[in-house]
Structure formats: structure tokens, C-alpha cells
Nanobody, 128 residues
């Protein structure tokens, strides 16, 4: 059974940092591309960052480029998202997602419909 469990969210002031984790089980983590998405109240889910199965390529939304860093530890079957220089507009529920295969295409990895498995999400709130 595929499971993705996010943690690390919380309340932080503008300019602060958080590190999100996504612990996975039930599938071969090293053969899956992974992504982070977020959804704010009243808004559609949006792409944040993605990483290929090997970790060799990463992609970011323009809004988080230079502030967020996606990484993975294939020995721990865990995905991470380091959030720095947080802004109030980063407030959202952050979810991790998994897609099977050695996908390299940015066009594919930024599309939430490309992912078959999702975690329940963790809330990030940035106060001004």
C-alpha cells in the first residue's frame, strides 16, 4: 500500500524557514519522481517543486525559485522541501506526490495530474 506522510508544517513569521518532510512506504521510492504542490484557501492546487527519481534534476515554480529547495534521500525513502525567506503568500497546505518512472520532462512533472499518489498535506502559515 502506497503511503506518503508529510510533516514539518507550522506557523512562521515572514522571512522565516521551515523544512517539510514526506515519508514514503509501500513502493520502490528510487524509481519514482516526486513533487511538492500547494493549495491555498479558495485557490487551485499549484506546482511548487519536483525532483526526478535519481535526484539529478529539479524543477521549481517561478514564485519559489531561489527560496525553496527540493531534495530526496533515497536511503530513507524520504522527500524534503526546504522553505526559506517565507512570505505570507506562501501560506497553503503543502502536499507531496509520487509518479512512477524515470520521468525527466518538466512539462510532465509540473502537472498534478501526472501523479498517482498523494499525501494528506501539511499546513504552512506565514504571518506578516
Amino acid at each position: 500500500q502506497v503511503q506518503l506522510v508529510e510533516s514539518g508544517g507550522g506557523l512562521v513569521q515572514t522571512g522565516g524557514s521551515l523544512r517539510l518532510s514526506c515519508a514514503t512506504s509501500g513502493f520502490s521510492f528510487t524509481t519514482y519522481a516526486m513533487g511538492w504542490f500547494r493549495q491555498a484557501p479558495g485557490k487551485e492546487r499549484e506546482f511548487v517543486a519536483a525532483i526526478t527519481s535519481s535526484g539529478g534534476s529539479t524543477y521549481y515554480a517561478d514564485s519559489v525559485q531561489g527560496r525553496f529547495t527540493i531534495s530526496r534521500d533515497n536511503t530513507k525513502n524520504t522527500l524534503y522541501l526546504q522553505l526559506n525567506s517565507l512570505k505570507p503568500e506562501d501560506t497553503a497546505v503543502y502536499s507531496c506526490a509520487a509518479r512512477r518512472g524515470p520521468v525527466q520532462s518538466r512539462v510532465v512533472l509540473i502537472n498534478p495530474y501526472s501523479y498517482a499518489s498523494w499525501g494528506q498535506g501539511t499546513q504552512v502559515t506565514v504571518s506578516s
